[in-house]
C-alpha cells in the first residue's frame, strides 16, 4: 500500500464492487483491494489485465521438453550408445514418456516460481495486511493524490457504500 | 430479497448451517487451536502402531535380506509391485479432484479437494517407499538417476518403463505437492492472521506474506487453473506409465494394450473410494456435517458407481480379447487368473470392484452412510486384489510349465503392507492437526447465502441508522 491513500474496510464483496465502481468513475486511482477469496468480475471492474502465467507456463515446459528430449537424445545416441536389444540408439518414441514428464514438471515449476516472484510472496515476507480480510472483510485502498476530487470527500464516498471503518494510510 | 419460490428453483447449498464466512473460518480453524480430542489420540496411537510394525518388518528385510520375503525365480514380483501400484492409484483421485473437476467447475468439489490433495501426497509417498524397499539395497536407490558417474559415465536406460517411472512417480509427487501448497497459501495466512507467538511465527514463514490484494488474487487464480490443466493429463500418464511396466513385457496376462487406460480407471476408482472413506471418517471426527453434506456423499457414489461400471468392462474387455486373440498363452492365462490356484482372489476383486459398487444405484444405500462406508473399504480391498490377481498371479504361470512356481507372502511382507496404511494414516491425521483440513477461501466462494444475508443485513442496519 502506497503512502497518502484513503482505506475503507467493507463487510460484503458487494459493497466492495460497488465502492470500486463509483471510485473508478470519478476518476480516482483504486491502489489495490483485498479480500478473503478471489471475487468474479473485480478484475475487469478495476482494470487488471490478464495474467500472462500462461506464457510463462508454456515456455517453461517447452524448455522441460527440449532438455529432456535432447538430455536423452545426447546420452544414450551420443555420449555412450548402448545396444539395448538392438533398439536404435535414437528411440525417440521410447523417450516421450520422460519428455512429457519433463515438460509438465517445468510448466508447473515455472509457473508457481513465477506467481511468487511477481506478486512478491516470499518466505517469511512481513506485509501490512487489512484487519480481517483473510477472514470475512473487505478493503479498498483509493490514492489520495492524482484526483480532482476533494481528498476531504473519500472517506464520504467509501461510507455511503457501507464502509466499517475508514482510515487515511499511515494513521495507524 | 430472498422469496420462496426463487429459492425452491434452485439446488440446495453446497455448504449447510447457513454459514458466514467468518463462520467456515471459526469452523476450520477451530479444532487446530483447540488440544487434539481423545479420538485423535487413539486413532493416532492406531495408526503409529501400524507403522510400527511396518518399520519393525522393513528394518528386519533390509538388514537380512530380499530372502525375508515368500518371491523366488519364478515370482519376482508380489507384494511390494503390488502395493505400490494400489498406492499410485489411491493418489489419483486427489489430483482428479482438485484438477479435473476445478476445470469442470464443480463447486462441490471446494469441501473435499484439500483433504483429497493430502492423501494424493501421502498416498505416493506410501508408493514411492516399496520399490525402493524392494531394491534390497535401498542406500543405493540413487543410481536410478542420470547424473555423471565414474563409470563412463554410463547412463541409465531410457527405453525401460521402469524408469519412466522414476520420472512419472517423481513428477508427479512434485507438482501435487505445489499444487497443493499453492493451494493453502491463502488459507494459511488466515491462521497466520489469527494466531501469536509460535505458531504465527510458522504459519507467517509458510503464507509467504500473503494479503488477499485482488491483483495477487487475480494471477493466484491463473496459476491454478494452469497446474490443473497440467496435473489433469500428468495423472492420467502416471498410472499409464506404471501400467507400461507390465504392459511391455511379454508375460500373459500383462501384455495388453487395454493397460494403460484399465489401471488409470482403477486408479480413480481406488481413489475415491479412499477419498470418501476419509470423508465419512472425518466429517464425523471432526464434526464436519455442514461441509461434507449428503450431497457430497452421493456425488462422490455416483462417480463410484460410474468408475466401477468401467472397471467392470474393463474386465470383460480382458477376458474377451484373450479369447478372441485365439492366442493359446493368453488364453491360458486368463483361465488360469479365473480358476488357478488364485482363482479365490480373482473372485474377491470381482465381488468388491464390480458387483459392490453397484449397490449404490440405489438412492437408500446411497443415503445409508455405514452401508457407503462398507461399500468403499471392499472397493479398496478388491482394488488390492486386482493389482495382486495381475502381478502374482500372471508371474506364477508363464510359458514354460517346468518354471512354474507358487508364492505365498512371508510375514515380513505383511509386516510392510501393514506399515504402508500405518504411514499414510499417520501422514493424514497430522494434517488433521496441523493444517487447515477444508480450502477455506474456496468455501467462503461457495457461500451464496451468506453474502447476501451479509448485504442485505447491513443495507437494513444503514437503513434503519438512516
Same mark, same amino acid.
Given at each position: 500500500?502506497?503512502?497518502?491513500?484513503?482505506?475503507?474496510?467493507?463487510?460484503?464483496?458487494?459493497?466492495?464492487?460497488?465502492?470500486?465502481?463509483?471510485?473508478?468513475?470519478?476518476?480516482?486511482?483504486?491502489?489495490?483491494?483485498?479480500?478473503?477469496? &478471489?471475487?468474479?468480475?473485480?478484475?475487469?471492474?478495476?482494470?487488471?489485465?490478464?495474467?500472462?502465467?500462461?506464457?510463462?507456463?508454456? *515456455?517453461?515446459?517447452?524448455?522441460?521438453?527440449?532438455?529432456?528430449?535432447?538430455?536423452?537424445?545426447?546420452?544414450?545416441?551420443?555420449?555412450? &550408445?548402448?545396444?539395448?536389444?538392438?533398439?536404435? *540408439?535414437?528411440?525417440?518414441?521410447? *523417450?516421450? &514418456?520422460?519428455?512429457?514428464?519433463?515438460?509438465?514438471?517445468?510448466?508447473?515449476?515455472?509457473?508457481?516460481?513465477?506467481?511468487?516472484?511477481?506478486?512478491?510472496?516470499?518466505?517469511?515476507?512481513?506485509?501490512?495486511?487489512?484487519?480481517?480480510?483473510?477472514?470475512?472483510? *473487505?478493503?479498498?485502498?483509493?490514492?489520495?493524490?492524482?484526483?480532482?476530487? &476533494?481528498?476531504?470527500?473519500?472517506?464520504?464516498?467509501?461510507?455511503?457504500?457501507?464502509?466499517?471503518?475508514?482510515?487515511?494510510?499511515?494513521?495507524? | 430479497?430472498?422469496?420462496?419460490?426463487?429459492?425452491?428453483?434452485?439446488?440446495?447449498?453446497?455448504?449447510?448451517?447457513?454459514?458466514?464466512?467468518?463462520?467456515?473460518?471459526?469452523?476450520?480453524?477451530?479444532?487446530?487451536?483447540?488440544?487434539?480430542?481423545?479420538?485423535?489420540?487413539?486413532?493416532?496411537?492406531?495408526?503409529?502402531?501400524?507403522?510400527?510394525?511396518?518399520?519393525?518388518?522393513?528394518?528386519?528385510?533390509?538388514?537380512?535380506?530380499?530372502?525375508?520375503?515368500?518371491?523366488?525365480?519364478?515370482?519376482?514380483?508380489?507384494?511390494?509391485?503390488?502395493?505400490?501400484?494400489?498406492?499410485?492409484?489411491?493418489?489419483?483421485?486427489?489430483?482428479?479432484?482438485?484438477?479435473?473437476?476445478?476445470?469442470?467447475?464443480?463447486?462441490?468439489?471446494?469441501?473435499?479437494?484439500?483433504?483429497?490433495?493430502?492423501?494424493?501426497?501421502?498416498?505416493?509417498?506410501?508408493?514411492?517407499?516399496?520399490?525402493?524397499?524392494?531394491?534390497?539395497?535401498?542406500?543405493?536407490?540413487?543410481?536410478?538417476?542420470?547424473?555423471?558417474?565414474?563409470?563412463?559415465?554410463?547412463?541409465?536406460?531410457?527405453?525401460?518403463?521402469?524408469?519412466?517411472?522414476?520420472?512419472?512417480?517423481?513428477?508427479?509427487?512434485?507438482?501435487?505437492?505445489?499444487?497443493?501448497?499453492?493451494?493453502?497459501?491463502?488459507?494459511?495466512?488466515?491462521?497466520?492472521?489469527?494466531?501469536?507467538?509460535?505458531?504465527?511465527?510458522?504459519?507467517?514463514?509458510?503464507?509467504?506474506?500473503?494479503?488477499?490484494?485482488?491483483?495477487?488474487?487475480?494471477?493466484?487464480?491463473?496459476?491454478?487453473?494452469?497446474?490443473?490443466?497440467?496435473?489433469?493429463?500428468?495423472?492420467?500418464?502416471?498410472?499409464?506409465?506404471?501400467?507400461?511396466?507390465?504392459?511391455?513385457?511379454?508375460?500373459?496376462?500383462?501384455?495388453?494394450?487395454?493397460?494403460?487406460?484399465?489401471?488409470?480407471?482403477?486408479?480413480?476408482?481406488?481413489?475415491?473410494?479412499?477419498?470418501?472413506?476419509?470423508?465419512?471418517?472425518?466429517?464425523?471426527?471432526?464434526?464436519?456435517?455442514?461441509?461434507?453434506?449428503?450431497?457430497?456423499?452421493?456425488?462422490?457414489?455416483?462417480?463410484?458407481?460410474?468408475?466401477?461400471?468401467?472397471?467392470?468392462?474393463?474386465?470383460?474387455?480382458?477376458?474377451?480379447?484373450?479369447?478372441?486373440?485365439?492366442?493359446?498363452?493368453?488364453?491360458?492365462?486368463?483361465?488360469?487368473?479365473?480358476?488357478?490356484?488364485?482363482?479365490?482372489?480373482?473372485?474377491?476383486?470381482?465381488?468388491?470392484?464390480?458387483?459392490?459398487?453397484?449397490?449404490?444405484?440405489?438412492?437408500?444405500?446411497?443415503?445409508?452412510?455405514?452401508?457407503?462406508?462398507?461399500?468403499?473399504?471392499?472397493?479398496?480391498?478388491?482394488?488390492?486384489?486386482?493389482?495382486?490377481?495381475?502381478?502374482?498371479?500372471?508371474?506364477?504361470?508363464?510359458?514354460?510349465?517346468?518354471?512354474?512356481?507358487?508364492?505365498?507372502?512371508?510375514?515380513?511382507?505383511?509386516?510392510?503392507?501393514?506399515?504402508?496404511?500405518?504411514?499414510?494414516?499417520?501422514?493424514?491425521?497430522?494434517?488433521?492437526?496441523?493444517?487447515?483440513?477444508?480450502?477455506?477461501?474456496?468455501?467462503?466462494?461457495?457461500?451464496?447465502?451468506?453474502?447476501?444475508?451479509?448485504?442485505?443485513?447491513?443495507?437494513?442496519?444503514?437503513?434503519?441508522?438512516?
Amino acid at each position: 500500500m502506497t503512502r497518502l491513500a484513503q482505506v475503507g474496510l467493507f463487510e460484503a464483496e458487494e459493497h466492495l464492487l460497488a465502492a470500486i465502481a463509483e471510485s473508478r468513475s470519478r476518476g480516482l486511482v483504486v491502489v489495490d483491494a483485498y479480500s478473503p477469496y &478471489p471475487i468474479h468480475g473485480i478484475d475487469e471492474l478495476m482494470g487488471i489485465r490478464r495474467s500472462r502465467l500462461t506464457l510463462v507456463c508454456f *515456455f517453461g515446459g517447452l524448455l522441460g521438453l527440449s532438455l529432456g528430449l535432447w538430455f536423452q537424445y545426447w546420452s544414450s545416441a551420443t555420449d555412450w &550408445p548402448l545396444n539395448v536389444g538392438g533398439k536404435p *540408439f535414437d528411440s525417440l518414441p521410447a *523417450f516421450m &514418456p520422460v519428455g512429457f514428464e519433463l515438460t509438465v514438471l517445468f510448466g508447473g515449476l515455472s509457473t508457481a516460481l513465477a506467481l511468487l516472484v511477481r506478486s512478491r510472496l516470499w518466505p517469511g515476507k512481513r506485509g501490512s495486511t487489512p484487519p480481517g480480510v483473510t477472514d470475512d472483510r *473487505f478493503a479498498l485502498v483509493i490514492a489520495r493524490s492524482n484526483t480532482d476530487l &476533494p481528498s476531504s470527500e473519500l472517506p464520504e464516498l467509501l461510507r455511503r457504500h457501507g464502509a466499517l471503518d475508514v482510515w487515511r494510510e499511515g494513521d495507524r | 430479497m430472498h422469496t420462496e419460490p426463487e429459492a425452491a428453483n434452485l439446488a440446495p447449498p453446497l455448504i449447510g448451517g447457513g454459514k458466514m464466512p467468518s463462520d467456515v473460518t471459526r469452523d476450520v480453524c477451530g479444532p487446530l487451536e483447540r488440544r487434539p480430542t481423545g479420538m485423535w489420540w487413539l486413532a493416532f496411537a492406531g495408526a503409529a502402531s501400524l507403522l510400527a510394525i511396518g518399520i519393525a518388518a522393513v528394518w528386519y528385510q533390509v538388514a537380512t535380506g530380499i530372502g525375508t520375503w515368500g518371491l523366488n525365480r519364478t515370482v519376482g514380483w508380489g507384494f511390494d509391485i503390488t502395493n505400490f501400484v494400489f498406492w499410485v492409484g489411491i493418489g489419483h483421485a486427489g489430483t482428479l479432484i482438485s484438477a479435473v473437476l476445478l476445470l469442470f467447475r464443480q463447486k462441490w468439489r471446494t469441501s473435499i479437494n484439500r483433504s483429497a490433495e493430502a492423501m494424493t501426497i501421502f498416498a505416493v509417498i506410501c508408493a514411492g517407499l516399496y520399490p525402493v524397499i524392494h531394491m534390497g539395497r535401498p542406500w543405493l536407490a540413487f543410481w536410478v538417476f542420470p547424473y555423471p558417474n565414474f563409470r563412463g559415465p554410463l547412463w541409465v536406460n531410457w527405453r525401460s518403463a521402469l524408469l519412466w517411472d522414476v520420472f512419472a512417480i517423481g513428477t508427479y509427487f512434485t507438482i501435487s505437492l505445489v499444487f497443493w501448497y499453492v493451494g493453502m497459501i491463502p488459507d494459511l495466512a488466515t491462521l497466520r492472521d489469527r494466531s501469536r507467538g509460535l505458531r504465527r511465527k510458522i504459519t507467517g514463514l509458510f503464507s509467504l506474506g500473503w494479503n488477499g490484494s485482488a491483483r495477487t488474487w487475480s494471477r493466484y487464480e491463473m496459476a491454478c487453473v494452469l497446474l490443473a490443466s497440467l496435473a489433469t493429463p500428468l495423472v492420467v500418464s502416471v498410472h499409464s506409465v506404471v501400467s507400461t511396466d507390465f504392459a511391455t513385457s511379454v508375460v500373459p496376462g500383462w501384455h495388453t494394450t487395454v493397460l494403460p487406460p484399465y489401471f488409470v480407471i482403477g486408479a480413480v476408482f481406488s481413489g475415491f473410494a479412499m477419498v470418501l472413506m476419509l470423508m465419512l471418517i472425518a466429517r464425523r471426527v471432526m464434526s464436519f456435517e455442514d461441509y461434507i453434506t449428503s450431497a457430497h456423499i452421493g456425488a462422490m457414489c455416483k462417480v463410484l458407481v460410474f468408475t466401477g461400471s468401467i472397471v467392470g468392462l474393463a474386465y470383460a474387455t480382458e477376458l474377451f480379447t484373450a479369447w478372441y486373440s485365439g492366442s493359446e498363452y493368453e488364453m491360458f492365462a486368463f483361465s488360469n487368473r479365473l480358476r488357478g490356484p488364485m482363482g479365490w482372489a480373482y473372485a474377491v476383486m470381482v465381488l468388491c470392484n464390480v458387483v459392490a459398487p453397484q449397490l449404490l444405484w440405489s438412492r437408500r444405500i446411497r443415503n445409508s452412510l455405514g452401508l457407503v462406508f462398507l461399500i468403499t473399504v471392499l472397493v479398496n480391498i478388491g482394488m488390492w486384489f486386482e493389482r495382486f490377481v495381475i502381478i502374482a498371479g500372471s508371474l506364477q504361470r508363464d510359458y514354460l510349465p517346468s518354471a512354474w512356481s507358487d508364492y505365498v507372502p512371508t510375514s515380513v511382507e505383511f509386516g510392510a503392507l501393514i506399515g504402508g496404511f500405518g504411514l499414510f494414516f499417520t501422514l493424514f491425521l497430522l494434517f488433521c492437526r496441523f493444517l487447515p483440513m477444508i480450502s477455506m477461501f474456496e468455501v467462503k466462494t461457495v457461500l451464496t447465502d451468506g453474502h447476501e444475508r451479509a448485504a442485505s443485513e447491513s443495507d437494513a442496519r444503514e437503513r434503519s441508522v438512516a
